[in-house]
């Protein structure tokens, strides 16, 4: 690889490795030895093509979430069968790999423009902005991002838009399926609110269990399958459905609105 090679972003590759490397190695404790994090599924990650993928997931923390499944997919992609040990699968990251983040967010501090370079496709919510409730509509230069990131590599995406539970996913996701029509993996994560705090930089409790379980790709109808269809299909995959709260008990359903209650106010 040159060191003067950019991808279709004009982020220099290069300088991109070397802030994966050492993202990864400032974070990696967060996941192997303050908390555990369990894996399923690294054999469907090897499987996948190379382009044109992309990750459907729950969404628990802002960076968190995404840091994990950067440390998880490379070290799949390495051999490493549901285990991140031994952190040399980063020396040779994935580097078109991409995930979907409010601009607002990434442009907050220095960090967050890094991780920005690292992989963001950086777009602009359309349902809230500075802490207040909007409605605008979708750019289509988000939408031609999203599938500019898709022809290069993997993209990862929270279609809630939230990281709040069970609220109900954003419809432009199915308008991104049907108009690329990748590869659409669910991923679900799990114990990353109680490790971490909203942000998913300081980490609020240790010795909790982390999970990501990554499943088998999503038959989807391109063509024919209404936009109502695909979102309902994703809800299911990734667990967000309404009819999911029908199996959970009131006390903890409560327990977890109190707790992103008290993040909210925390990081407020």
Excluded: C
Aim: charged letters at 25%; proline letters at 4%; a positive charge.
């Amino acid at each position: 690889m040159g060191l003067f090679k950019t991808n279709p972003f004009g982020h220099n590759l290069f300088i991109k490795k070397w802030l994966i490397r050492i993202l990864a190695v400032l974070s990696h404790q967060r996941y192997k030895r303050f908390n555990t994090l369990e894996i399923e599924g690294s054999d469907i990650i090897r499987n996948l093509p190379d382009k044109n993928v992309l990750f459907v997931s729950n969404h628990q923390t802002y960076f968190a979430d995404v840091v994990a499944m950067f440390h998880v997919f490379n070290a799949s992609l390495s051999g490493r069968e549901d285990s991140i040990k031994n952190l040399g699968y980063i020396w040779q990251p994935k580097l078109n790999m991409y995930y979907v983040a409010a601009a607002e967010t990434m442009k907050k501090s220095l960090l967050t423009k890094i991780m920005a370079y690292a992989g963001s496709v950086s777009v602009e919510r359309t349902w809230r902005a500075e802490g207040q409730d909007v409605k605008r509509q979708v750019k289509m230069s988000d939408i031609s991002n999203i599938g500019k990131a898709l022809n290069d590599g993997w993209v990862i995406t929270f279609p809630q838009g939230t990281t709040t539970p069970w609220k109900p996913l954003r419809k432009g996701t199915a308008h991104i399926i049907k108009k690329y029509k990748p590869v659409v993996v669910p991923v679900v994560i799990d114990g990353f609110r109680r490790s971490f705090d909203k942000k998913g930089l300081r980490i609020k409790k240790k010795g909790i269990l982390q999970s990501m379980v990554i499943k088998e790709p999503l038959q989807i109808d391109y063509e024919n399958e209404s936009s109502e269809s695909i979102i309902e299909k994703l809800e299911y995959a990734i667990e967000q459905h309404p009819s999911f709260l029908k199996v959970i008990s009131k006390a903890d359903l409560l327990a977890y609105e109190e707790e992103n209650n008290q993040r909210k106010f925390k990081n407020s």
